[in-house]
């Protein structure tokens, strides 16, 4: 901060203190549209990328042995958190594509802010957009609508879940609790590639997911 100089017969700020204090002004009203402008076009910031969920090593569903796959977080812009996510496969997978359709699978998420269901649709309608044709996508319409109709808005701590079992179909929890179910062949993989897939959601994500090793993206 620039030290005050005034007059000493009128108690004002003399021309010389007005001139910092306008280039004071100007510098910090740069700084903030210099901040404003990074976010905007996503430049990297100082990422952590590790999770800070504390998600279990193994889970059991039905009969069946999950153990973690690997774990992330998804970022907004590349490092504003928005949740954390863990991949879970049967225990007998060993290293079997995630998506087979032979394989038991879960995806845990859990969100660090409030997000509406809406953007969540939007985002999940334009990673499948990018990834199918519009005539498979038109093939499996029924029952993407199906389940977009069970989302709703979430709280910071609040957790989904998608749950495939061979044979079973998809299904949705919400904290714990299920909400819809998917039966249809195929679907779970269609869907769960939204964040396994090509192109996924989100590159990183699905390295962290993926990676075999049970921990946290570093």
């Keep these: 901060m620039v030290p005050a100089r005034f007059n000493s017969g009128t108690g004002r700020a003399t021309p010389l203190q007005s001139v910092h204090t306008c280039r004071s002004s100007t510098r910090n009203w740069l700084r903030t ?31 069946t ?34 998506l087979d ?13 409030s997000i509406k269901a809406s953007d969540m649709i939007t ?30 808005d979430v709280d910071s701590g609040d957790r989904y879940a998608l749950v495939f079992l061979p044979g079973d179909g998809l299904r949705l929890e919400f904290n714990g609790r299920p909400v819809t179910h998917v039966a249809a062949t195929g679907f779970a993989q269609l869907y769960l590639g939204i964040w396994l897939g090509d192109p996924p959601l989100s590159a990183r994500l699905k390295r962290a997911l993926i990676n075999h090793s049970g921990d946290n993206e570093r």
């Design 101 to 113: 359709p032979g394989v038991a699978k879960r995806l845990d998420i859990v969100y660090r802010t």
């Design 33 to 63: 549209a210099l901040t404003l402008w990074l976010l905007s076009v996503g430049i990297p910031g100082p990422a952590v990328y590790a999770s800070s969920t504390a998600f279990a090593a193994q889970l059991r569903d039905a009969d």
């Design 123 to 152: 985002a999940a309608e334009r990673t499948l957009a990018r990834q199918h044709s519009e005539e498979v996508l038109a093939r499996w319409r029924e029952a993407i609508d199906a389940l977009h109709a069970a989302y709703r």
């Design 65 to 98: 042995n999950l153990v973690r796959l690997g774990q992330g977080t998804a970022h907004y812009a590349r490092f504003i958190p928005v949740y954390d996510a863990a991949l879970y496969i049967d225990q007998d997978a060993g290293s079997a594509d995630p």
